[in-house]
């Protein structure tokens, strides 16, 4: 890709207006920080020089997700492409490799460019995905088995101690072994949480529902038969959950494979999660049926009315 004749400004994107005075910090450190935090980041390194360039072979440039960046990579107008492009790389988690002719744009005649050209490798710095498992059975067993070797941090919650125990799940991050509602009140799901319901029984899945659809999770999916989604969608909209926050569900979970058995149904679960992960858009577009215009239709062709709604 050659970003050296568009004709951007700086005022078409946010660039930070100076660049920290902590250039030495340990961009390494900085990276397992932002991980830890369950952050973004990209890291713009220079792979090539042919010329005099204002930097260096191999200079490194961190961008965070809030845009604030660590280290440097020249400065000026070459800086700004590469802080924007490190931003599109965090939001496609998709690497990419920049051209910059400094001899053959005027734009990079800052009086810092001696007319080289050097290539700039973006890649994406992404934390762990970690998945929010609510429920301890078969299936969520199985789902953290298969979860843990596709490199997903896992948390179990479940209200069984019995189940939901260091020697069952010996590999997860954290199990939470209380009432649910508590369980929630303790965990803040961000844009790198996945959260899987796969309850022992309709009341606690519809109450795990009723706070996931609410919270920034960049994936929510629940298990249980088409007619059971749709009647707890119905009764979560009947309490006054406006009908969008249920579009991004995917329910029933998991890609259709004909799967029978736990594991099997674990496998697919996890499928779902990793094409979410990969942006794998084509994979999941069979499970969109769940829009409030669709669900409505459906509900009203296939359920008797429902209490609550009788009684408002």
């Not at 440039?61 to 809030?66: E, N």
């Not at 734009?107 to 810092?112: Q, S």
């Not at 992404?126 to 979860?147: D, S, T």
């Amino acid at each position: 890709m050659n970003v050296c004749g568009g004709n951007r400004g700086k005022a078409a994107f946010d660039l930070p207006s100076s660049i920290p005075d902590n250039l030495f910090m340990d961009l390494w450190e900085e990276i397992v920080s932002l991980r830890r935090q369950g952050r973004r980041g990209a890291l713009a390194t220079i792979v090539n020089v042919r010329g005099s360039i204002p930097s260096f072979q191999t200079a490194k440039m961190l961008v965070r997700d809030d845009g604030s960046i660590v280290g440097t990579v020249g400065g000026g107008c070459v800086e700004a492409d590469v802080w924007q492009a490190a931003r599109e790389v965090m939001e496609q988690e998709k690497p990419r490799s920049l051209t910059f002719n400094l001899n053959q744009n005027p734009r990079y005649d800052t009086g810092l460019v001696c007319g080289g050209t050097l290539e700039i490798y973006v890649e994406p710095i992404l934390p762990v995905p970690l998945i929010c498992l609510f429920g301890a059975g078969h299936v969520a067993y199985n789902v953290y088995r298969v979860a843990r070797t596709a490199g997903f941090d896992v948390v179990v919650v479940d209200d069984r101690e019995s189940y939901a125990n260091a020697e069952r799940f010996p590999e997860a991050r954290e199990v939470i072994a209380e009432d649910f509602e508590k369980a929630l009140a303790r965990i803040t799901p961000n844009g790198n949480t996945y959260i899987v319901i796969v309850t022992r029984g309709h009341r606690d899945d519809m109450r795990v529902l009723r706070w996931a659809v609410q919270t920034e999770a960049r994936y929510i999916g629940m298990i249980g038969s088409k007619r059971k989604v749709l009647t707890i969608f119905r009764e979560l909209q009947n309490e006054g959950l406006a009908p969008e926050l249920f579009e991004r569900v995917m329910a029933p979970v998991g890609l259709e494979i004909g799967a029978v058995t736990p594991e099997e149904i674990a496998v697919s679960i996890v499928a779902e999660l990793i094409a979410c992960k990969r942006n794998a858009e084509g994979s999941l577009a069979h499970k969109r049926f769940a829009t409030p215009r669709a669900s409505n239709q459906e509900l009203g062709q296939e359920l008797p009315p429902s209490p609550s709604a009788a009684k408002s």
